[in-house]
């Protein structure tokens, strides 16, 4: 499923190959999130021909709720219902579940929680939510597990890892016994837990390694723990996963953490960040970071990005889409996370060019410099 053909010589950082049945993915990728079945604000059409995403990742909790499982089974899974050719990841509705606080309940059989939607009483265990992504049809899909919260104490943290870990062991049993119903190969990632304590890290990731799974994630991270704390636990973690597996990194992040994760050795990466920040009007560029509502670009003609990664960048002015964002045209919205997502895969393309080429521990730093910069 992964070739790893280079690695940077002065750090981690890696340029593969993912194969699946729906087509290749070249890492290092970021995942746009198409939460129910579509990225907010942007056509399939503009996804792959303009942005070029590779890859897109679908949440099994929200596609569990609407439409619902029948609806995608009878449409033949995800790809068909939504008309998307290219690889496929989902979640396991795992982060879901623990952002529901206050409406769920944790025991050794799954998780019982109450929709967002409307209340109803709903049950996720390792068994159903395997079959509910065999339904769905995602390439890669994603063992079911419990989000810790980064400010969790050392007990609950150690109980929430032993609980991931004895679920994962249900998850690949009912993995391993299934198939895919609409005839392609789908790959089970295992999730690295154990909030921000090193020994619990460790633990999670030579367990995982120990399943000789196709990929591996490293999930709770970008949870409210501190950013310094984050890199450690990736550092540590993939120190210890095997090289020759992909690594995806959930939920992560601005650009800057993207670079500093590629550097520690992830390949793979999702967020809403560029799409949901995108929509309030923050907008990042190879030079910086704008805040479109700000009073300095109401006159500013230029191009949104002279050599920005999109159609969109040089078609609309700053001062157009500040306009749209402060009226709340839906336009705005669109030009946004159009311009977002190109920015951040061309960043992931630019970061491949330059392992491939030897040189990104040389570019890393002038690149994280700019990108970080408040326009």
Known sequence: MFQLLHTDAKSSARAGIITTDHGTVETP????VGTVGSVKAVHPTELKEDINAQIILGNTYHLYLRPGLEILREAGGLHKFISWDRPMLTDSGGFQVFSLTENRKLTEEGAL?????DGSSHFFTPENVVDMQRIIGADIIMAFDE???GDADYAYAKRSLDLTERWLDRCIARFNETECPHGYKQALFPIVQGCVYPDLRKRAA???AEMDAPGNAIGGLAVGEPTKVMYEMVELVNDILPKEKPRYLMGVGKPENLLEAIERGVDMFDCIMPTRNGRNGQIFTKQGVMNMRNER????????EEEGASFVDTLYSKAYLRHLITTNEILGLQIA??????????LMEEARKHIIAGDFSAWKPGILENVTRRL
């Open 147 to 149: 989000c810790t919260p």
């Open 337 to 346: 996370s159009i311009h977002n997502l190109a920015f951040y895969i061309w």
């Open 29 to 32: 990728v970021f995942m746009p």
């Open 113 to 117: 929680f109450q929709s967002h939607i």
């Open 297 to 304: 670009w109401k006159n500013d003609f230029s191009p949104l």
């Open 206 to 208: 030579e367990n995982v």
